[in-house]
Protein backbone atom coordinates (compact mmCIF):
# COMPACT_ATOMS: atom_id res chain seq x y z
CA UNK A 1 0.00 0.00 0.00
CA UNK A 2 1.35 3.75 -0.88
CA UNK A 3 1.50 6.29 1.35
CA UNK A 4 -1.34 8.09 0.18
CA UNK A 5 -3.41 4.95 0.97
CA UNK A 6 -2.59 4.80 4.11
CA UNK A 7 -3.31 8.57 5.09
CA UNK A 8 -6.92 8.53 3.37
CA UNK A 9 -7.01 5.10 5.77
CA UNK A 10 -6.01 6.77 9.04
CA UNK A 11 -8.09 9.74 8.35
CA UNK A 12 -11.57 7.55 7.87
CA UNK A 13 -10.78 4.98 10.79
CA UNK A 14 -13.30 5.57 13.28
CA UNK A 15 -12.61 8.12 16.36
CA UNK A 16 -11.82 5.94 19.28
CA UNK A 17 -12.72 7.11 23.20
CA UNK A 18 -9.08 9.04 24.40
CA UNK A 19 -9.57 7.41 27.95
CA UNK A 20 -10.65 3.66 27.02
CA UNK A 21 -10.35 2.91 23.47
CA UNK A 22 -13.78 2.22 23.00
CA UNK A 23 -15.61 3.91 19.73
CA UNK A 24 -16.07 7.95 20.15
CA UNK A 25 -19.53 9.29 20.85
CA UNK A 26 -18.29 12.85 21.06
CA UNK A 27 -15.43 14.35 19.38
CA UNK A 28 -14.26 18.26 20.98
CA UNK A 29 -12.38 19.55 18.00
CA UNK A 30 -10.82 22.48 20.73
CA UNK A 31 -8.91 19.87 22.86
CA UNK A 32 -8.77 17.92 20.51
CA UNK A 33 -10.61 15.35 22.49
CA UNK A 34 -12.61 12.05 21.74
CA UNK A 35 -15.03 10.84 24.41
CA UNK A 36 -17.18 8.03 24.71
CA UNK A 37 -20.44 8.56 26.22
CA UNK A 38 -19.38 7.80 29.67
CA UNK A 39 -16.08 9.40 29.70
CA UNK A 40 -17.53 12.66 28.31
CA UNK A 41 -20.41 12.88 31.08
CA UNK A 42 -17.06 12.25 33.44
CA UNK A 43 -15.10 14.72 31.88
CA UNK A 44 -18.24 17.45 31.92
CA UNK A 45 -18.87 16.81 35.24
CA UNK A 46 -15.27 17.34 36.51
CA UNK A 47 -15.19 20.77 35.03
CA UNK A 48 -18.39 21.82 36.19
CA UNK A 49 -16.96 20.68 39.66
CA UNK A 50 -13.55 22.70 38.45
CA UNK A 51 -15.19 25.93 37.63
CA UNK A 52 -16.81 25.98 41.19
CA UNK A 53 -13.53 25.59 43.21
CA UNK A 54 -11.07 27.39 41.04
CA UNK A 55 -13.63 30.78 41.20
CA UNK A 56 -14.92 29.93 44.34
CA UNK A 57 -18.56 30.21 43.79
CA UNK A 58 -19.80 28.83 46.90
CA UNK A 59 -18.80 27.18 50.00
CA UNK A 60 -20.57 24.21 51.95
CA UNK A 61 -23.83 25.03 53.95
CA UNK A 62 -24.48 28.46 51.59
CA UNK A 63 -28.10 28.24 50.45
CA UNK A 64 -28.20 28.68 46.50
CA UNK A 65 -31.04 30.11 44.58
CA UNK A 66 -31.04 28.69 41.11
CA UNK A 67 -32.61 30.78 38.25
CA UNK A 68 -34.35 27.82 36.73
CA UNK A 69 -36.12 28.81 32.87
CA UNK A 70 -36.81 25.22 31.86
CA UNK A 71 -34.01 25.48 29.09
CA UNK A 72 -30.80 23.52 28.66
CA UNK A 73 -28.26 25.11 30.74
CA UNK A 74 -30.61 26.11 33.43
CA UNK A 75 -31.85 22.52 34.00
CA UNK A 76 -28.25 20.46 33.41
CA UNK A 77 -27.55 23.25 36.16
CA UNK A 78 -30.05 22.31 38.47
CA UNK A 79 -29.19 18.29 37.84
CA UNK A 80 -24.86 18.74 38.60
CA UNK A 81 -26.11 21.49 41.52
CA UNK A 82 -28.20 18.59 42.79
CA UNK A 83 -25.99 15.72 42.04
CA UNK A 84 -22.98 16.86 43.69
CA UNK A 85 -24.26 19.98 46.20
CA UNK A 86 -27.29 18.93 47.45
CA UNK A 87 -26.45 17.46 50.40
CA UNK A 88 -24.13 20.08 51.54
CA UNK A 89 -26.09 23.06 50.40
CA UNK A 90 -29.55 23.94 49.93
CA UNK A 91 -30.84 24.11 46.96
CA UNK A 92 -34.48 26.20 46.01
CA UNK A 93 -34.80 27.12 42.09
CA UNK A 94 -36.43 30.50 41.45
CA UNK A 95 -38.98 29.95 38.17
CA UNK A 96 -39.80 33.33 36.55
CA UNK A 97 -42.61 33.47 34.17
CA UNK A 98 -41.91 36.92 31.94
CA UNK A 99 -45.65 36.20 30.08
CA UNK A 100 -44.85 35.11 26.71
CA UNK A 101 -48.04 33.36 25.79
CA UNK A 102 -47.63 29.93 23.73
CA UNK A 103 -44.29 29.55 25.21
CA UNK A 104 -43.21 30.09 28.42
CA UNK A 105 -46.16 28.36 30.25
CA UNK A 106 -44.46 25.36 28.26
CA UNK A 107 -40.89 25.95 29.80
CA UNK A 108 -42.46 26.35 32.93
CA UNK A 109 -43.82 23.43 33.09
CA UNK A 110 -40.45 21.32 32.21
CA UNK A 111 -38.89 23.32 35.27
CA UNK A 112 -41.39 22.62 37.78
CA UNK A 113 -41.30 19.07 36.40
CA UNK A 114 -37.31 18.52 36.97
CA UNK A 115 -37.71 20.23 40.45
CA UNK A 116 -40.71 17.66 41.83
CA UNK A 117 -38.14 14.86 40.07
CA UNK A 118 -35.59 15.94 42.35
CA UNK A 119 -37.22 16.94 45.32
CA UNK A 120 -35.82 20.81 44.86
CA UNK A 121 -38.14 23.81 46.09
CA UNK A 122 -39.33 25.80 43.89
CA UNK A 123 -41.15 29.41 43.06
CA UNK A 124 -42.59 30.76 40.59
CA UNK A 125 -42.97 34.82 40.13
CA UNK A 126 -44.46 37.07 37.21
CA UNK A 127 -43.49 40.16 35.69
CA UNK A 128 -47.30 40.51 35.66
CA UNK A 129 -47.06 40.20 39.76
CA UNK A 130 -43.80 42.01 40.17
CA UNK A 131 -44.41 45.06 37.33
CA UNK A 132 -47.90 44.80 36.54
CA UNK A 133 -47.29 44.18 32.72
CA UNK A 134 -45.88 40.91 30.80
CA UNK A 135 -43.45 40.66 27.91
CA UNK A 136 -46.56 39.97 25.42
CA UNK A 137 -47.49 43.62 26.33
CA UNK A 138 -43.87 45.02 26.58
CA UNK A 139 -42.83 44.28 23.59
CA UNK A 140 -44.75 45.39 20.59
CA UNK A 141 -44.18 48.96 23.17
CA UNK A 142 -40.70 48.99 22.87
CA UNK A 143 -40.29 47.70 18.97
CA UNK A 144 -42.64 51.07 18.19
CA UNK A 145 -40.04 52.99 20.13
CA UNK A 146 -36.30 52.25 19.64
CA UNK A 147 -35.13 55.02 21.98
CA UNK A 148 -36.97 52.45 25.37
CA UNK A 149 -33.79 49.82 24.86
CA UNK A 150 -33.40 46.25 22.87
CA UNK A 151 -36.42 43.78 23.87
CA UNK A 152 -34.12 41.30 25.38
CA UNK A 153 -31.96 43.70 27.40
CA UNK A 154 -35.55 44.97 28.67
CA UNK A 155 -36.50 41.61 29.49
CA UNK A 156 -33.21 40.94 31.55
CA UNK A 157 -33.07 44.05 33.39
CA UNK A 158 -36.85 42.78 35.21
CA UNK A 159 -35.42 38.91 35.25
CA UNK A 160 -31.96 40.79 37.09
CA UNK A 161 -34.39 42.79 39.20
CA UNK A 162 -36.64 40.21 40.05
CA UNK A 163 -33.97 37.44 40.99
CA UNK A 164 -31.80 39.49 43.51
CA UNK A 165 -35.13 40.66 45.21
CA UNK A 166 -36.04 37.06 45.60
CA UNK A 167 -32.78 35.80 46.20
CA UNK A 168 -32.73 38.01 49.41
CA UNK A 169 -36.12 37.62 50.54
CA UNK A 170 -35.65 34.07 50.50
CA UNK A 171 -32.03 34.37 52.22
CA UNK A 172 -29.98 32.87 49.61
CA UNK A 173 -26.19 33.25 50.03
CA UNK A 174 -25.45 33.03 46.20
CA UNK A 175 -28.03 33.46 42.99
CA UNK A 176 -26.59 30.66 40.41
CA UNK A 177 -27.59 31.04 36.71
CA UNK A 178 -26.87 28.88 33.48
CA UNK A 179 -24.73 31.04 31.88
CA UNK A 180 -22.30 28.69 29.29
CA UNK A 181 -19.24 29.88 27.74
CA UNK A 182 -21.06 30.91 24.72
CA UNK A 183 -22.97 33.24 26.40
CA UNK A 184 -19.90 34.76 28.00
CA UNK A 185 -17.62 35.43 24.78
CA UNK A 186 -20.73 36.62 23.24
CA UNK A 187 -21.01 39.32 25.92
CA UNK A 188 -17.33 39.78 26.13
CA UNK A 189 -16.91 41.02 21.96
CA UNK A 190 -21.01 42.59 22.79
CA UNK A 191 -19.48 45.21 25.26
CA UNK A 192 -16.43 45.40 23.20
CA UNK A 193 -18.45 46.56 19.80
CA UNK A 194 -20.80 48.80 21.79
CA UNK A 195 -17.71 49.95 23.92
CA UNK A 196 -19.59 49.42 27.44
CA UNK A 197 -16.55 49.58 29.87
CA UNK A 198 -18.59 49.10 32.54
CA UNK A 199 -20.83 46.30 31.64
CA UNK A 200 -17.46 44.39 30.64
CA UNK A 201 -16.13 44.96 34.57
CA UNK A 202 -19.27 43.21 35.82
CA UNK A 203 -18.77 40.02 33.70
CA UNK A 204 -17.04 36.71 35.10
CA UNK A 205 -18.22 33.23 36.89
CA UNK A 206 -19.23 35.85 39.62
CA UNK A 207 -20.80 38.84 38.22
CA UNK A 208 -20.94 42.07 39.87
CA UNK A 209 -17.98 44.25 41.56
CA UNK A 210 -19.35 45.77 44.97
CA UNK A 211 -19.97 44.16 47.57
CA UNK A 212 -23.45 45.64 49.15
CA UNK A 213 -25.82 43.81 51.36
CA UNK A 214 -28.35 44.73 48.53
CA UNK A 215 -26.72 42.14 46.07
CA UNK A 216 -27.06 38.92 46.41
CA UNK A 217 -24.02 37.32 44.38
CA UNK A 218 -24.69 35.92 41.00
CA UNK A 219 -22.25 32.86 40.33
CA UNK A 220 -22.28 30.78 36.89
CA UNK A 221 -20.85 27.53 37.69
CA UNK A 222 -21.10 26.52 33.36
CA UNK A 223 -18.84 29.37 32.80
CA UNK A 224 -16.08 27.35 31.23
CA UNK A 225 -19.07 24.55 29.70
CA UNK A 226 -19.48 25.06 25.59
CA UNK A 227 -23.25 25.46 24.85
CA UNK A 228 -22.73 22.15 22.00
CA UNK A 229 -21.73 20.17 25.09
CA UNK A 230 -24.53 20.90 27.67
CA UNK A 231 -26.80 19.85 24.42
CA UNK A 232 -24.82 17.01 24.25
CA UNK A 233 -25.10 16.15 28.48
CA UNK A 234 -28.61 16.16 28.04
CA UNK A 235 -28.93 13.92 25.16
CA UNK A 236 -26.94 11.31 26.73
CA UNK A 237 -28.01 12.02 30.10
CA UNK A 238 -31.90 12.41 29.44
CA UNK A 239 -32.32 15.66 31.12
CA UNK A 240 -35.22 16.84 30.09
CA UNK A 241 -35.37 20.34 28.97
CA UNK A 242 -37.71 22.73 27.17
CA UNK A 243 -36.58 23.09 23.65
CA UNK A 244 -39.51 22.97 20.80
CA UNK A 245 -39.99 26.31 20.38
CA UNK A 246 -38.10 29.75 21.23
CA UNK A 247 -38.97 33.10 22.60
CA UNK A 248 -41.05 35.22 19.50
CA UNK A 249 -39.37 38.01 20.44
CA UNK A 250 -35.79 36.45 20.93
CA UNK A 251 -34.94 36.81 16.92
CA UNK A 252 -35.13 40.75 18.00
CA UNK A 253 -31.74 40.22 20.28
CA UNK A 254 -28.47 41.66 18.49
CA UNK A 255 -26.70 38.67 20.04
CA UNK A 256 -27.99 36.90 17.54
CA UNK A 257 -25.21 38.21 15.20
CA UNK A 258 -22.83 37.39 17.74
CA UNK A 259 -23.44 33.97 18.21
CA UNK A 260 -23.36 33.08 14.73
CA UNK A 261 -20.06 34.96 14.21
CA UNK A 262 -18.54 33.37 16.88
CA UNK A 263 -19.77 29.72 15.70
CA UNK A 264 -18.30 30.49 12.84
CA UNK A 265 -15.03 31.34 14.49
CA UNK A 266 -15.26 28.69 16.89
CA UNK A 267 -16.05 26.15 14.02
CA UNK A 268 -13.19 27.34 11.83
CA UNK A 269 -10.63 27.60 14.19
CA UNK A 270 -11.98 25.30 17.66
CA UNK A 271 -10.75 27.07 20.32
CA UNK A 272 -11.33 30.47 19.56
CA UNK A 273 -13.87 30.65 22.24
CA UNK A 274 -11.92 29.60 25.32
CA UNK A 275 -9.25 31.93 23.92
CA UNK A 276 -11.44 35.13 24.28
CA UNK A 277 -12.61 33.93 27.54
CA UNK A 278 -8.43 33.68 28.63
CA UNK A 279 -8.34 36.92 27.62
CA UNK A 280 -11.01 38.60 29.66
CA UNK A 281 -10.15 36.74 32.84
CA UNK A 282 -6.17 37.93 32.09
CA UNK A 283 -7.42 41.65 31.73
CA UNK A 284 -10.10 41.35 34.53
CA UNK A 285 -7.72 42.12 37.46
CA UNK A 286 -6.35 45.41 35.75
CA UNK A 287 -9.73 46.80 35.14
CA UNK A 288 -11.88 45.62 37.93
CA UNK A 289 -11.98 48.63 40.36
CA UNK A 290 -9.36 48.24 43.27
CA UNK A 291 -10.18 47.06 46.95
CA UNK A 292 -9.66 50.79 47.62
CA UNK A 293 -12.64 51.79 45.48
CA UNK A 294 -15.02 48.98 46.18
CA UNK A 295 -16.30 50.85 49.20
CA UNK A 296 -16.66 54.06 47.38
CA UNK A 297 -19.13 52.52 44.82
CA UNK A 298 -20.94 50.97 47.38
CA UNK A 299 -21.63 54.09 49.17
CA UNK A 300 -22.82 55.65 46.45
CA UNK A 301 -25.93 53.33 46.46
CA UNK A 302 -29.49 53.64 47.66
CA UNK A 303 -32.38 52.06 47.96
CA UNK A 304 -34.85 52.31 44.55
CA UNK A 305 -37.81 55.03 45.93
CA UNK A 306 -40.09 51.95 44.31
CA UNK A 307 -38.98 48.70 44.90
CA UNK A 308 -36.11 49.14 47.28
CA UNK A 309 -33.67 47.60 45.26
CA UNK A 310 -29.71 49.33 45.15
CA UNK A 311 -29.21 51.75 43.02
CA UNK A 312 -27.21 54.90 42.50
CA UNK A 313 -30.13 57.19 41.31
CA UNK A 314 -33.80 57.60 42.94
CA UNK A 315 -35.25 55.03 40.60
CA UNK A 316 -32.96 51.65 39.61
CA UNK A 317 -32.67 50.92 36.08
CA UNK A 318 -36.19 48.41 35.98
CA UNK A 319 -38.38 50.79 37.94
CA UNK A 320 -37.31 53.50 35.22
CA UNK A 321 -37.81 51.28 32.41
CA UNK A 322 -41.18 50.27 34.05
CA UNK A 323 -42.05 53.95 34.30
CA UNK A 324 -41.34 54.82 30.57
CA UNK A 325 -43.23 51.47 29.68
CA UNK A 326 -46.31 53.24 31.41
CA UNK A 327 -46.05 56.32 30.27
CA UNK A 328 -45.79 55.23 26.52
CA UNK A 329 -48.97 52.77 27.33
CA UNK A 330 -50.52 56.04 28.70
CA UNK A 331 -49.73 58.23 25.46
CA UNK A 332 -51.36 55.23 23.57
CA UNK A 333 -47.86 54.85 21.05
CA UNK A 334 -48.71 51.45 20.53
CA UNK A 335 -48.64 51.03 16.79
CA UNK A 336 -50.54 48.20 14.72
CA UNK A 337 -47.98 48.07 12.24
CA UNK A 338 -45.16 47.55 14.58
CA UNK A 339 -47.00 44.44 15.72
CA UNK A 340 -47.76 43.07 12.07
CA UNK A 341 -43.81 43.43 11.29
CA UNK A 342 -43.61 41.29 14.81
CA UNK A 343 -45.25 38.43 13.40
CA UNK A 344 -44.20 38.34 10.48
CA UNK A 345 -40.58 37.82 11.78
CA UNK A 346 -41.99 35.11 14.16
CA UNK A 347 -43.42 32.76 11.65
CA UNK A 348 -40.18 33.14 9.49
CA UNK A 349 -37.89 32.27 12.10
CA UNK A 350 -36.74 29.12 14.19
CA UNK A 351 -34.83 28.22 17.34
CA UNK A 352 -31.58 27.52 14.59
CA UNK A 353 -31.45 31.09 14.51
CA UNK A 354 -32.16 33.01 17.29
CA UNK A 355 -31.91 32.31 20.84
CA UNK A 356 -33.24 33.65 23.90
CA UNK A 357 -31.01 36.26 25.04
CA UNK A 358 -28.83 36.24 28.39
CA UNK A 359 -28.59 39.79 29.49
FE1 LIG B 1 -36.85 37.82 27.36
FE2 LIG B 1 -35.47 37.93 25.09
FE3 LIG B 1 -35.38 35.75 26.64
FE4 LIG B 1 -37.61 36.33 25.29
S1 LIG B 1 -35.61 35.82 24.41
S2 LIG B 1 -37.48 35.66 27.44
S3 LIG B 1 -37.59 38.56 25.40
S4 LIG B 1 -34.61 37.78 27.16
Same mark, same amino acid.
Given at each position: ??????????????? @???????? $???????? /???????????????????????? #???????? +????????????????????????? #???? $???????? =??????????????????????? +?????????????????????? /??????????????? #???????? !??? $????? @??? =?????? %?????????????????????????????????????????? !?? +?????????????????????? @??????????????? #????????? +??????????????????? /??????????????? /??????????????????? %????? %?????????????? $????????????
Amino acid at each position: MNAKKEEKKVENSPK @TCDKCKSP $ASIILAYG /PHNYCEKHFTQFFENRFKKTIRKY #NLFRAKEK +ILIALSGGKDSCVLLHLMHKYYSKN #NTLE $ALIIDEGV =NGYREKAIKVAKENCENLGVKYT +IISFKSEFGITNDKLMPLILNN /PKLGGTCSFCGTLRR #NIMNKYAK !KFK $ADKLA @TGH =NLDDEV %QSFVMNVFNNDFERMKRMSATSGIIDHEGFVKRIKPLYETPE !KE +IIAYCAMKGIKHYSQECCPYSW @TAKRNEYREMLNHFE #NRFPGTEYS +ILRFYENIKPLIRPSEKEK /PILARALHECKTCKE /PTERELCKACEMIKRIKLE %QKEGK %QNSKNKKHLDKYNK $ALTCSSTKGSRN
